[in-house]
């Protein structure tokens, strides 16, 4: 029991750098305007995921449970569909002027990176940091701690 659990927890410390954040959208709106929508998009995205990752531990503590390969990719899609949700969020906000290309790039990034998370769960995972590793850049750019990590 205590080794599911530690593998658990060595997964939550993982994916606890997930946050959610992107853009693309007809309306354009001040860069200022737009880091402040994107900042609590991916705050309120950084909550649900730190939520569903509680729940999830939760879960396998109180059941008892061995955390199997097959569990892990399912958990790893689930919370890849709560990270889409919030990059669907963002896309919604609107684009920074002179920005458009820079905010849509941050979405299409994030969009690959979930997809091949989903497709190969386990793989993705071993290539997290790397997957995600240019949206974050992008993100820092935009002046988005929450989702710059």
Do not use: W
């Not at 200022?32 to 939520?51: A, D, H, M, P, W």
């Not at 919370?79 to 002027?97: F, K, R, S």
């Not at 240019?134 to 935009?142: D, H, L, Q, R, T």
């Amino acid at each position: 029991m205590h080794k599911g659990i530690s593998a658990i927890v060595v997964v939550v410390i993982g994916l606890l750098g997930i946050t959610g954040c992107g853009s693309s959208s007809s309306s354009t709106l001040s860069k200022s305007e737009y880091e402040q929508k994107l900042e609590l998009v991916c705050n309120k995205g950084l909550r649900e995921r730190e939520e569903f990752i509680q729940g999830v531990t939760q879960e396998y503590q109180e059941q008892g449970k061995k955390l199997t390969a097959k569990g892990q990719a399912e958990n790893l899609r689930n919370l890849m569909a709560v990270y889409q949700g919030t990059t669907e969020e963002i896309a919604e906000i609107g684009v920074p002027e002179n920005e458009e290309k820079k905010a849509e790039e941050l979405v299409k990034e994030r969009e690959q990176a979930v997809a091949k998370i989903k497709a190969d769960p386990l793989t993705g995972l071993s290539e997290f940091s790397e997957l995600f590793a240019k949206s974050y850049k992008i993100a820092e750019g935009f002046d988005t701690k929450s989702c710059a990590r």
